[in-house]
């Protein structure tokens, strides 16, 4: 289980947060005229990396603000963690 220190208010059980994915992905700027190719390759397809990580997550049960997390995937050690701008 994971405490992760929200900005706002402090250390919480993960719990509390619900998962938002990779913070390096990037929606398509212009949904109106992208491919169904680009838009299955944004959906579906993620990197798996091992290491450190950045990632959103949304604190539902506290401040409902999103944060950028950077997590060890192999040691679920924390870094950073910020506001977000998602």
Known sequence: MLLIPCP???A???TEFVYGGDAGVERP???ETTTDEA???YLCFRDNP???H???WFHRDGCQRWITIERDTRTH???AV???RS
Do not use: A, I, V
């Open 77 to 79: 050690e924390l870094g």
């Open 54 to 56: 950045r990632e959103l």
């Open 12 to 14: 919480r059980d993960e």
């Open 39 to 41: 838009w299955t390759d």
């Open 82 to 84: 910020r506001l977000s």
């Open 8 to 10: 706002f208010c402090g």
């Open 50 to 52: 091992q290491g450190m």
């Open 29 to 31: 700027r212009n949904p």
